[in-house]
């Protein structure tokens, strides 16, 4: 074998990111008011680009499913007159196959390569145990207001009492302390103080312990209760909490009647309850989401699918000032540029377009597989995966996770995120088809919701009604998306409606 330099010629295959490919994938992933936003500085930094004072016509998709058989017709789109002079030959909706790139890869069942796959994959476990659901994969933090709300029902099925303790939960600040009077509320209510007293108590039952007192020393006196400690020693302890700040300490171990170790454990006690109960939650609720798209019910049994076009300007190409500009270039540098410009205008226009028809594909995709949640509600919410509307319309996974990604549908029942529409699946009872995992979560509110405050019904038990409705789950299961929706266990339900009896 000869040593020595040489040449050699070989060919390979390669896919090579341009920046324009780049920014497409980017444009999938962001809401139409981040679209919008995006679009604002491409008007700056772009003089022939221009917002066409014209409203756009709705770009719109249908869907036809008269007796069940849930046809597809999907008209014309009119999302080919936002784009202006600039539109191009191709007009398909964009489907970026990212395989050969390793990044942001999601396959939709489960395996994934990417920072933000497994959204609606059936995750399962080797033991065939449901992965977490919807709930468990917010973004965003539950906030303490959603969290006490959730839990009213389960305390009491008197709706004046539930209107009211709702109403005391709106006042709480951030802390969990309620800065009202009884008088204040019972005023602004129209009720008697008595009533309002008795929605305090159904707030101060709920979780976290402590939330709804109106000073630290009903803070704390609710948490020693809930822990069983609250003694006549301990009373004393919480109403001179002053005491404790200021070092005298041993003045307050006198005033509890009790001896140095008794004293120590009583402080250790007390430093273990939460001053703030309400901080372990996120802020205020955000304003309010804005939708993407927009799905109402047709008088044939059909859908209406659109983009909600109130967030999204009509670009057009500023013909008149590129012939002006034109006529004032006499250099080939400002030539160039005035090419360039009007090449990147074009090829945003296509780009937009190109969008929002990939978007009202897959929107179409969700509400021919979820129709029965859209006619019926969560309990017909069915399991559904990246993949399966990936392959229904022809397209790549990740390209249908981006399209999902930070979008919201609004609907008759609702605005909901896409990522709502994938839930991980339930095995049936009966061993064909499946159940979604919110759906299982909704049954389970419904019974508890229906139980006798005397014959409180256990996870077991729960499993057992759960299976006659069609649902096979485990009790840990069941225990799971029981905590996942903000519900007690049987002794606090118990504890929790035994006390709202009692009031």
Not at 289 to 312: E, F, K, M, S, Y
Request: proline share 5%; charged share 30%; aromatic share 4%.
């Amino acid at each position: 074998m000869a040593l020595g330099p040489r040449l050699d010629l070989r060919q390979s295959q390669s896919l090579v990111m341009t920046p324009q490919l780049q920014q497409a994938i980017k444009l999938l992933a962001l809401s139409n008011l981040e679209i919008e936003t995006f679009i604002g500085e491409s008007l700056e930094g772009n003089p022939l680009l221009d917002v066409s004072a014209q409203a756009p016509e709705p770009a719109a998709e249908s869907v036809d499913m008269p007796d069940e058989a849930r046809r597809t017709s999907l008209e014309g789109s009119s999302v080919d007159q936002l784009i202006g002079e600039g539109r191009a030959a191709d007009d398909r909706p964009l489907d970026i196959d990212a395989t050969a790139l390793d990044r942001d890869r999601d396959t939709g069942d489960g395996q994934r390569s990417g920072d933000d796959a497994g959204w609606g994959a059936d995750l399962r476990g080797p033991s065939g145990e449901e992965g977490p659901g919807i709930d468990e994969r917010a973004g965003s933090g539950e906030t303490l207001s959603e969290h006490l709300e959730a839990q009213i029902g389960a305390v009491t099925s008197d709706p004046l009492l539930a209107g009211i303790a709702r109403y005391i939960t709106g006042l709480l600040d951030e802390t969990g302390y309620l800065p009202a009077s009884l008088p204040e509320i019972a005023a602004d209510l129209g009720i008697d103080e008595d009533e309002a007293e008795q929605g305090l108590a159904v707030v101060q039952s709920l979780d976290p312990t402590g939330v709804g007192a109106r000073n630290l020393s009903e803070c704390i006196a609710l948490q020693a209760r809930e822990a069983n400690r609250y003694d006549p020693c301990m009373a004393k302890l919480i109403e001179n909490l002053d005491l404790i700040g200021r070092g005298e300490l041993a003045r307050l171990k006198r005033m509890c009647g009790v001896d140095d170790e008794d004293f120590a454990d009583m402080l250790s006690e007390l430093r273990s309850y939460d001053p703030k109960p309400g901080l372990r939650f996120g802020g205020e609720p955000s304003g309010a989401v804005t939708p993407d798209i927009l799905v109402t019910p047709r008088a044939d049994a059909g859908w209406d699918i659109a983009l909600n076009q109130a967030t999204l300007p009509r670009l057009i190409v500023n013909r008149g000032y590129y012939v002006e500009l034109k006529g004032t270039c006499d250099d080939k540098t400002s030539r160039a540029w005035l090419s360039e410009k009007l090449a990147d205008a074009n090829w945003l226009i296509k780009a937009l377009d190109q969008r929002q028809k990939t978007i009202l594909k897959v929107a179409t995709e969700l509400v021919k597989q979820q129709d029965g949640f859209f006619r019926h509600g969560v309990s017909h919410l069915k399991p559904l995966t990246l993949r399966t509307v990936a392959e229904a319309i022809g397209m790549h996974e990740s390209t249908v996770s981006r399209v999902t990604s930070n979008k919201f549908l609004n609907c008759p029942r609702g605005t909901y995120e896409l990522k709502y529409f994938f839930s991980s699946g339930v095995a049936s009872a009966g061993g064909e088809g499946g159940a979604s995992a919110e759906a299982v979560k909704a049954a389970i509110k419904q019974l508890i919701d229906a139980e006798d405050p005397k014959a409180i019904l256990s996870d077991d038990a729960l499993v057992d009604l759960l299976k006659e409705k069609g649902f096979e789950l485990a009790r840990r299961t069941v225990a799971k998306y029981r905590e996942a929706i903000g519900l007690g266990s049987s002794v606090q339900r118990r504890r929790q409606k035994a006390l709202a009896a009692a009031r």
